[in-house]
């Protein structure tokens, strides 16, 4: 089963960018659709972005139009650049892959100050 590992999170400044990486154990090329999704204190888990492996792309409306998925199929790594960030994007970010059972990441940190 293929496993995923975050990372790249850290403490930045409102109206700054991070980008986040998911490195997998094995190929990706054959999962369909890899995602990331995000969890603040008191809030369940959230959807953020989903990518294909045809480039489709699709985003959560809180992040549309300051996050890009992408990922490197020859890398097996999928990543999320966050830009504009605000204090509400505070979480740990988390890689899944949506494979029959899915398989998820342990997480990342990013936290925004005001």
């Known amino acids: 089963q293929v496993h995923l590992v975050e990372s790249g999170g850290g403490l930045v400044q409102a109206g700054g960018s991070l980008r986040i990486s998911c490195v997998a154990s094995?190929?990706?090329?054959?999962?369909?659709?890899m995602g990331w999704f995000r969890q603040a204190p008191g809030k369940q888990r959230e959807w953020v972005a989903s990518v294909t492996n045809d480039g489709g792309t699709a985003y959560a409306p809180s992040v549309e139009g300051r996050f890009a998925i992408s990922r490197d199929d020859y890398k097996d790594t999928v990543s999320l650049q966050m830009n504009s960030l605000i204090p509400d994007d505070t979480a740990a970010y988390y890689c899944?892959?949506?494979?029959?059972?899915?398989?998820w990441g342990p997480g990342t940190q990013v936290t925004v100050s005001s």
């Open positions: 899944k892959a949506y494979v029959a059972n899915s398989v």
């Open positions: 094995e190929s990706i090329r054959r999962i369909r659709t």
